[in-house]
């Protein structure tokens, strides 16, 4: 069993809609950093997370300690969210351990 | 925000020969940092991580005479493919956390897409 499992893998939606992906793990963790990754390659950190919850425009990350699980959220959906996201485990030294993304597709 | 570069973008070489990525941290100084490496529909796998002034630690199997690492500045770390190969075919990624502390956030280099022909 993977130490982060991601759900779902794919993921297809109409512009406006309200979209969640979460992040289930194993392992303890110093945080959780959410990763956003354009189909050119280039990774941009969305958010990093060691407890509660985090706002950033129409994004939000949760997540939950005790019960090893966060979410993304993304309100009012746009094309341009269309994107790789990718959940990853901060452990000892910064080192992270990654998830195997979801791929969003928001159609206009 | 902090910026992480990598040079080159791109590179396509023969097999057999060496290539040497750059990743620097532009804006601020890196103890630490991170080489990744994604195949195609894969997520990242953490290679090493590339201390400065020591030598880099390795992911198990990664082979450290074949991806060779320097680190000599706090700005600076090199990846070094040596003898490509094919298969090393891939996406090279660094990344730099922004201090040397836990829980700092994560800069990402643009990554180098690698061709071994």
């Known amino acids: 069993k993977n130490e982060v499992e991601q759900s779902p893998q794919n993921l297809t939606a109409q512009e406006g809609e309200f979209i969640t992906i979460n992040c289930s793990y194993s392992v303890g963790i110093s945080a959780l950093h959410w990763l956003q990754q354009h189909p050119g390659g280039g990774i941009v950190s969305l958010f990093m997370?060691?407890?509660g919850k985090k706002k950033h425009g129409r994004l939000i990350a949760t997540i939950n300690i005790q019960e090893k699980h966060s979410s993304l959220h993304i309100t009012a959906s746009h094309p341009r969210d269309s994107a790789v996201y990718i959940c990853?485990?901060?452990?000892?030294?910064?080192?992270?351990?990654f998830g195997e993304g979801t791929q969003l597709t928001v159609n206009p | 925000g902090a910026v992480v570069s990598q040079h080159p973008s791109w590179v396509i070489c023969k097999s057999g020969t060496s290539v040497k990525i750059e990743c620097r941290s532009l804006d601020f100084q890196a103890t630490t940092m991170f080489w990744y490496r994604q195949f195609p529909k894969q997520s990242l796998m953490l290679m090493a991580t590339s201390n400065e002034g020591s030598k880099a630690t390795y992911e198990q199997g990664v082979e450290k005479d074949k991806f060779l690492i320097n680190h000599a500045s706090l700005t600076l770390s090199t990846l070094t493919v040596t003898s490509a190969h094919p298969e090393d075919s891939s996406f090279y990624i660094c990344s730099a956390p922004s201090s040397g502390s836990l829980s700092y956030e994560q800069y990402f280099g643009p990554g180098t897409r690698l061709t071994v022909t």
């Open positions: 997370l060691s407890s």
């Open positions: 990853s485990l901060e452990t000892s030294g910064s080192r992270l351990t």
